[in-house]
């Protein structure tokens, strides 16, 4: 028995609500599960980058469109465990470690492992975003101390397939399985303003919702528009609209952590408040997201002082 809505019906009545009803509402279930005015920060580095093979249509590392972006080797561990300390120094508590792959080779997972291994004895959450993982290596992942790992739905599976052709929708709900039967926590969410329609802003939430038990975080990005992606000169999505996404995220998914994501660089600080307002409660915190930029710590700080929003505390090194 589910009290959140998750029929697409019922996702689609959450976004047809006046602004004020949705937000009120979003509140309401934010407040019964959360501290409002408490966020979590999680900190992106990318491990590996470029010469990805898949032809995601959003993705600048795809080595299929025009971004010019060179395929760049693993990185090697002193210089992650640098990145993770600077990270835990400025506050964040989970360390997010992504790869430009398909999917892992075993031999391009043994360098992960280590990583995984140093960046938790930091004290710090880990969680990793490799792509497609065959059977055995999220038990891999899990045996080295990962906390999550991030695998998005991306959009509605009526949509999907105007953006990626290389993998399908099953090949994604496979690996989230994988991941939960490893026991590790799932991190999986979509990008929103990829010229979907709103029916299919409400069909990736009633897929996210669907998922059972639901992912612990929900990454809902805003796409970011990147020359020389097929995707670069799609039309921006009403901010309002995406506040509106935030909201029936939230109530769609009530116990998750919702993180306001990609796009934040663009974004107003009052626009974030309203997402804020609308039950987001995590945010990548770092001046870089994988390849792209992310607003300066120093301008987070600010906005939370601002508004009151007091950091997720720290787990004891
Ligand atoms: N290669 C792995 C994979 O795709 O599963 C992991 C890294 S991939 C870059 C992680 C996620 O970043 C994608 O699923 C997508 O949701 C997000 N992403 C990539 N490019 C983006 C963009 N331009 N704007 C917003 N989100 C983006
Ligand atoms: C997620 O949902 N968003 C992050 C993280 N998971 C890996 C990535 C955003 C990438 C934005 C484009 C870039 O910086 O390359
Ligand atoms: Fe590759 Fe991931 Fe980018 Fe798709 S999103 S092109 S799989 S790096």
């Not at 926590?185 to 990736?204: D, Y």
């Not at 408040?273 to 039950?279: D, V």
Request: glycine share 8%.
């Amino acid at each position: 028995m589910h009290e959140s809505p998750r029929s697409a019906a019922a996702v689609a009545a959450l976004f047809e609500l006046p602004f004020a009803d949705l937000l009120y509402q979003a509140q309401m279930v934010h407040r019964a599960h959360f501290d409002p005015n408490r966020v979590q920060l999680s900190t992106l580095l990318s491990i590996k980058t470029g010469g990805c093979p898949e032809d995601c249509g959003y993705c600048p590392q795809s080595r299929r469109h025009g971004t010019a972006m060179a395929d760049e080797p693993i990185m090697d561990l002193p210089s992650v465990l640098e990145a993770a300390r600077r990270a835990r120094a400025a506050g964040a508590t989970r360390f997010c470690m992504g790869a430009a792959w398909r999917g892992p080779k075993q031999k391009d997972l043994e360098p992960v492992l280590a990583m995984v291994r140093e960046v938790k004895a930091l004290g710090l959450e880990t969680c990793a975003t490799l792509g497609l993982l065959r059977d055995g290596q999220a038990e891999q992942l899990k045996d080295a101390g990962l906390d999550y790992y991030n695998h998005n739905l991306d959009s509605a599976p009526e949509f999907y397939g105007e953006v990626i052709t290389t993998r399908d929708y099953q090949d994604r709900l496979d690996t989230l399985g994988r991941v939960r039967s490893a026991g590790l926590n799932v991190c999986c969410g979509g990008i929103v303003g990829m010229g979907e329609a709103r029916s299919q802003r409400v069909g990736l939430i009633a897929q996210l919702a669907a998922l059972e038990p639901q992912p612990e975080s929900v990454p809902i990005n805003l796409l970011v528009r990147v020359e020389g992606t097929p995707l670069a000169d799609v039309q921006a999505l009403d901010p309002l609209e995406f506040v509106r996404t935030v909201a029936v995220a939230r109530i769609c998914l009530p116990k998750s952590h919702v993180r306001l994501s990609a796009g934040r660089e663009a974004m107003s600080d009052e626009l974030q408040a309203l997402c804020f307002l609308a039950g987001a409660n995590s945010i990548f915190y770092g001046d870089r997201l994988l390849t792209t930029g992310n607003p300066e710590a120093d301008r987070d700080r600010a906005l939370f002082e601002r508004l009151g929003i007091t950091p997720a505390q720290a787990v004891a090194p």
